[in-house]
Structure formats: C-alpha cells, structure tokens
C-alpha cells in the first residue's frame, strides 16, 4: 500500500520555474518505477517523466527534455520534478504516480513504462499554469 501526495504546483510565467514534490508513504518506496503525469484541459493523461529503483533510469518525454529534471530523495521518500523554461502548453494538471511492480534490474529489453495502465498508484494532482 502507498500513498502519494503532490505538491508545488502554482502560476508562472512563460520561461519561469517551478519544483514539484510527490511524498510517498505508507511503505519505503525502493523497488519499481515512480512518474509524473499530465493532463491539460480537454485531453488525455500523458506520460511526463520517471525514475525507477534500486538502479536510477530516467525517461522523460522528448517535449520536456532540456527542461524539466527528475529526481529522487531516499532520506525524504520523495520523487521531484524541475520544471525550468516553462511554456503555456506545459499547463496541466500533475500526477504522481508509482509502478511498483517494475524491475529496474531486468534484461536489455527492458523498459521504463510509459503507460498509464502500469501504474498502480496515483496522486490526487497539483494544477501547473503558465501564462504567456
């Protein structure tokens, strides 16, 4: 059983910043997959960004990439996401979410999941605006 919890979310301008938090508890999140989500107004929930456990893989989709960073915090159990050079197409809603039955350790073939339907955990969402 895990919980999640975002946080970080607000208005920015186009070009400004922001950090979003997801704070897992319930149990120590350390094998597996945590991601973010996004879903902007009148479309779909899509992938954003992940980093898994024990082995550190990101994957980020290729519209943030040079922009936004993930990370994780083992001391904190907590995953973030630094969204730098914001555009107002970035506007959404965030979610956190976790795989917990991804195996980072798993042969070449292996890949971070992308799919909505991998993920067996959700946030609640934070709302992200960008203005122009």
């Known amino acids: 059983q895990v919980q999640l919890v975002e946080s970080g979310g607000g208005l920015v301008q186009a070009g400004g910043s922001l950090r979003l938090s997801c704070a897992a508890s319930?149990?120590?999140?350390?094998?597996?997959?945590m991601g973010w989500f996004r879903q902007a107004p009148g479309k779909g929930r899509e992938f954003v960004a992940a980093i898994g456990w024990p082995r550190g893989v990101t994957d980020l989709v290729d519209s943030v990439k040079g922009r936004f960073t993930i990370s994780r915090d083992d001391a904190k159990n907590t995953v973030s996401l630094q969204m730098n050079s914001l555009k107002p197409e970035d506007t959404a809603v965030y979610y956190c979410?976790?795989?917990?039955?991804?195996?980072?350790?798993?042969?070449?073939?292996?890949?971070?999941?992308?799919?909505?339907?991998?993920?067996?955990?959700w946030g609640q969402g934070t709302q992200v605006t960008v203005s122009s």
């Open positions: 979410a976790a795989d917990t039955r991804a195996d980072t350790s798993g042969g070449r073939l292996w890949v971070v999941p992308r799919g909505i339907d991998d993920y067996d955990y």
């Open positions: 319930g149990r120590t999140f350390r094998r597996g997959v």
